[in-house]
């Protein structure tokens, strides 16, 4: 056994009693208001956490999950799809007001299960307990910030405007039948970062948890089945080509949100059959490089570059995955990084200070030695005592210099705890390999030149959704609007932006003379419409 390693995963019996989790058996989903019990074969979940046994390590399982097929998906689109009711269904139909209270009654219910979820997010992708803690509050802040934003919307939506002899109202109604897949990395807040604001717009849905990160729903389905009218919000389990390409296949869902690679995304948004009815909101791939400037603060440098490269062992879609940095202060750049590295704490996702976990995705070692070796086999090596060290799903990180262009690892997004280093010396070095980059996210320039990094924002604004100036990539604050270009993403998400893009504006207009004045006045005085008011939440 690998010496370095060797006491990283625990005993049973070191588990503290406060996280330890019991077998959980699913066999429950939700379909038109009813949670439905599943009798035929289940998915085992698989934690990347191994226990230490006489018997030598053993990875733990900690539940199994419906394995539903295409006919349990489609009962599940026929449910959201008769709640929609070609858009005169209960909760299209519904006050924006009214459905607030619906979403408010959820998150009631929803922070009652916070410990139980935290700890499932511990348990099924190895994310830290102050990250899963993190993952869980901001979601739910994500809920209330999307309802601050949606009464605002209604108060700017109530009045009535005119424009070149025209009056109209123009309000931001539902488009249809959503689906929406979130990723295992933030199988909680990016999936509910979709869902939320499709279902708050009047949209129906069907959610298909992520591939891992599939039990932290279960505590939350009791309180989905009981906070919303039936049909309205449908969760269903099973493998992704098989459930969620069926429904594609049927034409019916209107907007498609995904958070995943482009590969998949691509593969099934060919499978309806009328594309130009399908809006999708995609949250894709990227390689988001940092560029370390001569006269950079080269503290704050690495240590935004350690995070971002290695927070959640670089699971992030906006993690830095390549590191730029010029030749003048390669060497001290790297003596720091590999000195902070070699201090983060490898352990259990429950241990104090943990800073390193295993990694959920099978095979995902075996993948990033591959890189590693390849990087070799160019010319790399790995700087870092104990880097690229495995033990079953652990991975301790590689730090790999020099990296150049014949290297997977130039263009592969890696998407865990491997950091690639490039040296440059002229400006364009840095600037072409992000224009001529498939992955469009971000950007992150470390300097202290204003005109260099003026240049850098010029050459970098019309390539990436942000241009970070010395500080990592990210999403939040979750108000900012968040994309990408080319291969990284289709549709901004914001807390503001997704309410946009779950819905449509349509206009109610007149020419405005008297008579037609007169029938609005009257419509709205007598409240004869829903649509057509000036009334508005307070
Ligand atoms: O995985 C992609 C997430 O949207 C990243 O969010 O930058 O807050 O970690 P974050």
């Known amino acids: 056994m690998n010496e370095f390693l060797s006491e990283i995963f625990p005993e049973e019996s070191a588990i503290p009693k406060v996280y330890q989790v019991p077998f959980l058996e699913q066999r429950e989903y939700l379909i038109n208001g009813e949670l439905k019990k599943w009798e035929g074969p289940l998915n085992p979940v698989v934690s990347p956490v191994f226990i230490k046994t006489p018997e030598g390590l053993q990875q733990k399982i900690i539940g199994q999950t419906p394995l539903l097929t295409a006919s349990e998906a489609l009962k599940a689109l026929d449910a959201a799809v008769s709640a929609y009711q070609l858009g005169h269904g209960v909760w299209p139909a519904m006050s924006v007001g009214d459905r607030i209270a619906h979403v408010e009654k959820f998150l009631t219910k929803m922070r009652e299960v916070r410990g139980e979820v935290v700890n499932l997010l511990m348990w099924e992708i190895g994310k830290s307990l102050k990250d899963s803690e993190k993952e869980f509050d901001r979601t739910c802040d994500y809920i209330v910030d999307t309802i601050k934003a949606v009464k605002e919307l209604d108060r700017s939506s109530a009045k009535l405007v005119e424009e070149q002899g025209f009056m109209a109202q123009i309000r931001r109604v539902p488009l249809g039948v959503a689906l929406c897949m979130g990723p295992f990395n933030y199988p909680l807040n990016e999936t509910f970062s979709t869902l939320i604001p499709a279902l708050i717009m009047g949209n129906t849905v069907v959610f298909k948890p992520a591939k891992y990160g599939v039990l932290l729903i279960r505590p939350m389905l009791e309180a989905f089945r009981d906070s919303f009218p039936p049909g309205v919000i449908n969760i269903i389990y099973g493998k992704g080509r098989e459930t969620v390409g069926a429904l594609m296949e049927t034409g019916k869902i209107d907007v498609f949100a995904f958070i995943g690679t482009h590969k998949g995304a691509n593969e099934l948004k060919k499978l309806h059959p009328k594309p130009h009815r399908l809006k999708s909101i995609l949250g894709l791939d990227a390689k988001n490089p940092a560029i370390v400037l001569p006269d950079a603060d080269l503290s704050n440098a690495v240590s935004e570059c350690l995070t971002g490269s290695l927070s959640f062992n670089g699971q992030r879609c906006t993690a830095l ?63 870092n005592e104990n880097g690229g060290q495995v033990l079953h799903s652990f991975f301790f990180p590689a730090v790999l210099f020099p990296v150049n262009e014949k290297m997977r690892l130039y263009s592969e997004e890696q998407f865990g705890p491997v950091v690639p280093v490039v040296p440059f010396e002229r400006e364009e070095e840095a600037i072409n390999y992000v224009v001529n980059s498939n992955y469009g996210q971000q950007v992150s320039i470390f300097g202290n030149n204003s005109k260099t990094i003026a240049r850098f924002i010029d050459a970098f604004n019309n390539q990436v959704g942000r241009i970070n100036l010395n500080t990592q990539s990210q999403r939040g604050p979750d108000t900012f609007p968040f994309n990408g270009r080319k291969d990284s993403a289709e549709g901004t998400l914001s807390v503001a932006d997704a309410l946009r893009v779950f819905s449509i504006r349509t206009v109610v207009a007149t020419k405005a003379v008297d008579v037609n004045k007169q029938i609005l006045a009257t419509i709205i005085k007598n409240r004869e419409s829903a649509f057509l008011s000036t009334d508005y939440i307070m």
Not at 325 to 332: A, F, G, R
Not at 347 to 367: A, C, Q, R
């Open 321 to 383: 995955k390549i590191v730029f940095v010029h030749k003048k202060i390669v060497n001290e750049f790297l003596i720091r990084f590999t000195e902070a590295v070699k201090k983060l704490k490898p352990g259990m996702p429950w241990d104090e200070g943990v800073g390193l976990t295993p990694l959920p995705e099978p095979g995902k070692t075996g993948y990033l030695n591959e890189l590693v070796d390849n990087a070799k086999q160019h010319g790399a090596r790995v700087l």
